[in-house]
């Protein structure tokens, strides 16, 4: 299980710290972990963004593990990012259903629409949620394959074969 | 002496002559000097200790382990990322090693705005001198880029622009290209391996996985700090005190001015946690069809342009152009587009050679005190924005002329030039939240150093004017942002810290 937790500070918590103060105090009390209805809601995103192939990822194991590394205080508000966006997108887009029952091309015509939305906090949101469902597919070993990346050197490459690139006498 | 706070009695009551909070290049060389001259030292330290042997050059691991929030933390309105490390060592155990003495015209720069006189380029040789004898550090060769890094070489000389090789703190180096996640063959000389080692060979002792949560301050002096002992969970476990005659923070640009604030230090200035900055950047992509570049194998920064640079060559736009490599992760959430159309362009990742730009940021944001955690308020200023874009267009350039068929940005509206007449292309882009992926990996200046009280807040010895024996020593106390990478002259500005604590608390009774 690959995370690029980088990645993710590009945007997946940003999107959290971004919900305006009037949400902030309707969330739920701290909670560590996504509900069904949120991994389904980045499932379903898993589909739109990544493409073919998504289906053979299983990726909600890594996202809930990633809850547990933010400030005890964010982690309900990037937890409730999916649902809020499903609700949001029924308003804002509109959507008619959950998100995660929704047509493929309706799915991606409504990240679109966050995406390029002219208000930063939408646009962030849908960054946010695009940039997580990213980088815990290509932090799937799964995928390094179709890019040619080899991965880590331990266990691959013998440092006795290899020349120091920039050595010096001790 | 190490001690774990993973293991400690809970109630632990330590006492020495100074207690440094932070272990990262400022606390750590502070550490050491101390500790040489005969001072009893505890340094504190909130992350782990994390040798070679447990660098496993995997993403997902290594961030959690040496990372704050394990790379997740942002600005609190989601402009930017925020990465800096979180282990013995601080950010040096996740750099790329790069070193650059403290710049002569930003010292002179210093010196007329902030009244640090003692900052000359002449006195502060000696000190380099030394601080780069102890991390060994070395020019590198050209001959040693990897291809990411001499298509930059390229473009830049074809363009007759100023470039160079880094300077390195490393030792026998293998370049795996894994620098970001630690180290796993003890190549780079950072604060962990090297001025730990010194100050704890001379009787320091090391405090890990123990968050300092106040500095205990009475009658104008700092009496000592407390905190928690932290589990394997990262989470409190029990309390910790340690009483002291010296009590220097060195938490970083982030920690520091939380502490103190939450501390309820006195700060005439009214500056702490003001004056952050941060060195936002943004990736630039070449695009090389025919050739296989692999951005991520070798030495990932090796080059850079100077060129734009203000400290360096005088130039306006003040940015330093720098080669960059990024994992498949990471590059998957800078790249525009969705579905099929996204990944057929995503397999062309071994032909991408990627820039990162480090814009010397001119309005800063500020570090304030949340519910239990520092709160950064930073975001990209129009002015800086306006840099920011001149100094894409300069990275894109130099790709093109290295025979990139196309350059993209890391803007979310797929964006990407094959000619220079292409560039008016950003006239269509936003440069704020959440229009293109901002990061930034250095960050200073919230407790900036200068000689007026009224200003600054702490004296050109690193001191809290409010206090006799309180000291800051990191990259807070910067002024102003630098301008290129950092490390160096957190080393630097902390040696004459040092040697102010040596001077002014002498007559403690201490050696």
């Known amino acids: ?170 | 002496m190490r001690i774990s706070g993973t293991e400690a009695q809970p109630g632990l009551a330590l006492a020495a002559d100074v207690v440094v909070v932070g272990t990262g290049p400022g606390g750590a060389s502070v550490a050491a000097k101390l500790a040489r001259a005969g001072r009893s030292v505890v340094m504190v330290e909130a992350g782990p200790h994390v040798p070679a042997s447990e660098m496993s050059q995997r993403e997902s691991e290594m961030m959690r382990k040496l990372y704050y929030e394990g790379g997740l933390r942002t600005s609190e309105n989601g402009a930017m990322g925020v990465l800096h490390g979180r282990a013995v060592g601080g950010s040096s155990v996740v750099n790329y090693l790069d070193c650059f003495r403290t710049p002569a015209r930003l010292l002179y720069d210093w010196q007329r705005r902030f009244g640090l006189d003692e900052l000359s380029p002449e006195r502060m040789a000696p000190r380099f001198d030394a601080i780069e004898e102890v991390l060994h550090v070395r020019k590198l060769d050209p001959g040693n880029l990897n291809k990411n890094n001499d298509k930059l070489r390229q473009g830049t000389e074809r363009l007759g622009w100023k470039g160079d090789t880094f300077h390195r703190n490393a030792y026998q180096c293998y370049g795996s290209g894994f620098c970001d996640l630690g180290c796993s063959y003890n190549a780079k000389q950072s604060a962990a391996i090297t001025y730990v080692p010194i100050a704890t060979q001379h009787g320091a002792t090391l405090l890990t996985e123990a968050r300092v949560d106040r500095v205990d301050t009475a009658a104008g002096r700092a009496t000592g700090v407390r905190g928690s002992l932290l589990g394997a969970d990262r989470q409190p476990r029990g309390e910790f005190t340690v009483k002291a005659d010296v009590v220097v923070v060195s938490g970083g640009a982030i920690h520091t001015p939380y502490l103190l604030l939450s501390s309820g230090v006195d700060d005439p200035s009214g500056q702490l946690g003001e004056n952050f900055y941060a060195h936002p950047g943004t990736p630039v992509v070449g695009y090389f069809p025919g050739e296989r570049i692999a951005n991520y194998e070798g030495i990932k920064q090796g080059y850079y342009i100077g060129e734009f640079s203000w400290v360096l060559h005088e130039h306006p736009i003040d940015v330093l152009i720098e080669g960059i490599g990024a994992p498949p992760a990471l590059t998957s959430t800078i790249l525009p587009g969705l579905g099929a159309e996204r990944q057929a362009e995503f397999r062309r990742y071994n032909h991408y050679a990627a820039a990162g730009l480090l814009l010397r940021d001119y309005v800063p944001g500020r570090v304030r005190v949340g519910k239990g955690r520092p709160i950064i308020e930073a975001s990209l200023a129009p002015s800086d924005a306006h840099r920011l874009r001149l100094s894409t267009e300069r990275a894109a350039e130099a790709w093109l002329a290295a025979g990139a068929a196309m350059a993209l940005t890391a803007h979310n509206k797929l964006t990407y030039f094959r000619s220079t007449r292409d560039f008016r292309k950003l006239d269509d882009v936003g440069w704020g939240i959440g229009e293109l992926a901002l990061v930034c990996f250095h960050q200073m200046g919230t407790a900036r150093m200068g000689s007026r009280r009224a200003r600054c807040v702490v004296s050109p010895t690193g001191r809290m004017w409010s206090y006799d024996n309180l000291y800051v020593a990191d990259a807070s106390i910067f002024p102003t942002s630098t301008g290129v990478n950092p490390q160096e002259t957190v080393y630097g500005l902390a040696d004459v810290v040092g040697d102010g604590i040596l001077d002014e608390t002498r007559s403690a009774g201490s050696p």
């Open chain 1, 1 to 170: 299980m690959m995370l690029s937790r980088r990645a993710l500070a590009l945007g997946a918590v940003a999107a959290a710290a971004a919900i305006p103060r009037s949400l902030h105090a309707a969330l739920p009390p701290p909670v560590a972990s996504f509900g069904p209805a949120d991994l389904d809601v980045l499932d379903a995103l898993k589909g739109v963004v990544y493409g073919p192939g998504a289906e053979a990822l299983d990726i909600r194991p890594a996202l809930q593990e990633t809850l547990g590394f933010l400030d005890a205080d964010k982690q309900p508000v990037l937890a409730s990012l999916p649902s809020t966006f499903d609700k949001l997108s029924r308003v804002l887009v509109p959507t008619w259903g959950a998100y995660a029952g929704l047509a493929p091309a309706t799915q991606a015509a409504a990240l679109v629409d966050w995406l390029e939305s002219p208000l930063p906090f939408r646009r962030q949101v849908g960054q946010a949620l695009r940039q997580l469902v990213l980088a815990h597919c290509y932090g799937n070993e799964a995928t390094w394959a179709q890019l040619d990346y080899p991965g880590p050197w331990l266990g691959r490459v013998p440092l006795a074969a290899h020349p120091l690139r920039f050595g010096e006498p001790s």
